[in-house]
């Protein structure tokens, strides 16, 4: 019990200190890319980037599921990347901040691999990806694909949710709503926006109306991007049969009292495939859904915080 009481509690503090004393991103300027891989032709995907001078490495951060580039602990982590001297793109997969663009799919890295082959990152010779929950996913399927960035060196995923017939399962059960309820506001929103711009799957009133993530997923996901059914929408999307092509140094970081990502969903996954010898997984047994306490340990860094931990992991690598 204590240790569910920990998972809530670190999942839920780092929303409300936001609200209370949001972050503030430092100044950062519009990068802005076409994909030309979408349902309904091509698509602009944003993000804001953070230059320096005095570095060639670039730290490419991924939100998760409902979440955008002005998400907590993207600014966070921007600031914490700037502080140990590198550029940052935070970047919105399509439709994320509201832009109208489309939506996104787990599956769906060619979003990450525009952005960094754009031209206006060309100056950078070394790139690192982080990324959180679903974003995490994204960022592992990216390096598993075999179209990577020469450039892309290494990557971490953090709480990633790496079998999606198993996290939709545990997001979906009913002590967890007020999770649920949390992404599919995010994800209505981003629905809404796009709606207004092109011709969507539902209407939007029935879509506002979707209570569950694997009813979003059946009735709008599978038939936006052309799936039979939600089951095979999570077997061809899913990153963990795939984990044996990582083709960068990677570490996978999971907590184990993560309330949206229960262990349950993320062990049986990891022992049902092969995984590449480059990736590293690691379980802290402290701290809840990409919110840790000061003071957790990867080993990696001499610093408190888990954010400088990865990234100081990220460019040894």
């Given at each position: 019990?204590?240790?569910?009481?920990?998972?809530?509690?670190?999942?839920?503090?780092?929303?409300?200190?936001?609200?209370?004393?949001?972050?503030?991103?430092?100044?950062?300027?519009?990068?802005?890319?076409?994909?030309?891989?979408?349902?309904?032709?091509?698509?602009?995907?944003?993000?804001?980037?953070?230059?320096?001078?005095?570095?060639?490495?670039?730290?490419?951060?991924?939100?998760?599921?409902?979440?955008?580039?002005?998400?907590?602990?993207?600014?966070?982590?921007?600031?914490?990347?700037?502080?140990?001297?590198?550029?940052?793109?935070?970047?919105?997969?399509?439709?994320?901040?509201?832009?109208?663009?489309?939506?996104?799919?787990?599956?769906?890295?060619?979003?990450?691999?525009?952005?960094?082959?754009?031209?206006?990152?060309?100056?950078?010779?070394?790139?690192?990806?982080?990324?959180?929950?679903?974003?995490?996913?994204?960022?592992?399927?990216?390096?598993?694909?075999?179209?990577?960035?020469?450039?892309?060196?290494?990557?971490?995923?953090?709480?990633?949710?790496?079998?999606?017939?198993?996290?939709?399962?545990?997001?979906?059960?009913p002590e967890r709503w007020v999770y649920r309820?949390?992404?599919?506001?995010?994800?209505?929103?981003?629905?809404?926006?796009?709606?207004?711009?092109?011709?969507?799957?539902?209407?939007?009133?029935?879509?506002?109306?979707?209570?569950?993530?694997?009813?979003?997923?059946?009735?709008?996901?599978?038939?936006?991007?052309?799936?039979?059914?939600?089951?095979?929408?999570?077997?061809?999307?899913?990153?963990?049969?795939?984990?044996?092509?990582?083709?960068?140094?990677?570490?996978?970081?999971?907590?184990?009292?993560?309330?949206?990502?229960?262990?349950?969903?993320?062990?049986?996954?990891?022992?049902?495939?092969?995984?590449?010898?480059?990736?590293?997984?690691?379980?802290?047994?402290?701290?809840?859904?990409?919110?840790?306490?000061?003071?957790?340990?990867?080993?990696?860094?001499?610093?408190?915080?888990?954010?400088?931990?990865?990234?100081?992991?990220?460019?040894?690598?």
């Amino acid at each position: 019990m204590q240790r569910i009481i920990h998972g809530h509690f670190w999942t839920i503090a780092p929303v409300l200190k936001q609200l209370v004393r949001p972050a503030r991103p430092s100044p950062s300027s519009v990068l802005a890319v076409q994909v030309d891989d979408s349902p309904a032709g091509p698509v602009r995907v944003f993000g804001k980037i953070h230059h320096r001078s005095a570095t060639k490495t670039l730290l490419v951060i991924i939100h998760g599921l409902g979440g955008n580039s002005e998400s907590h602990y993207v600014v966070e982590t921007a600031a914490c990347a700037e502080r140990l001297g590198l550029a940052c793109l935070r970047l919105n997969m399509r439709g994320a901040g509201n832009d109208g663009a489309d939506i996104y799919h787990p599956g769906l890295h060619s979003d990450v691999h525009a952005a960094i082959s754009s031209p206006e990152l060309g100056g950078y010779e070394r790139v690192l990806i982080l990324g959180y929950s679903l974003g995490g996913h994204i960022a592992l399927r990216y390096v598993a694909s075999g179209s990577l960035d020469p450039r892309v060196r290494a990557v971490a995923a953090v709480c990633a949710p790496i079998d999606l017939d198993r996290a939709v399962t545990a997001i979906d059960r009913p002590e967890r709503w007020v999770y649920r309820r949390f992404i599919l506001a995010g994800l209505k929103d981003m629905y809404k926006a796009a709606a207004a711009r092109r011709a969507m799957p539902l209407p939007v009133r029935d879509a506002l109306a979707i209570g569950t993530m694997r009813e979003w997923d059946r009735r709008i996901m599978t038939r936006r991007f052309g799936y039979p059914s939600a089951e095979a929408y999570y077997r061809s999307e899913s990153v963990a049969p795939r984990l044996r092509d990582v083709a960068v140094p990677a570490l996978f970081i999971a907590a184990e009292a993560d309330p949206m990502v229960p262990h349950d969903t993320v062990r049986p996954a990891l022992d049902a495939y092969p995984l590449s010898p480059l990736l590293q997984v690691r379980w802290l047994p402290l701290g809840g859904h990409i919110g840790f306490p000061r003071g957790v340990s990867l080993d990696h860094g001499t610093v408190p915080d888990i954010e400088s931990q990865i990234i100081q992991w990220l460019q040894r690598h």
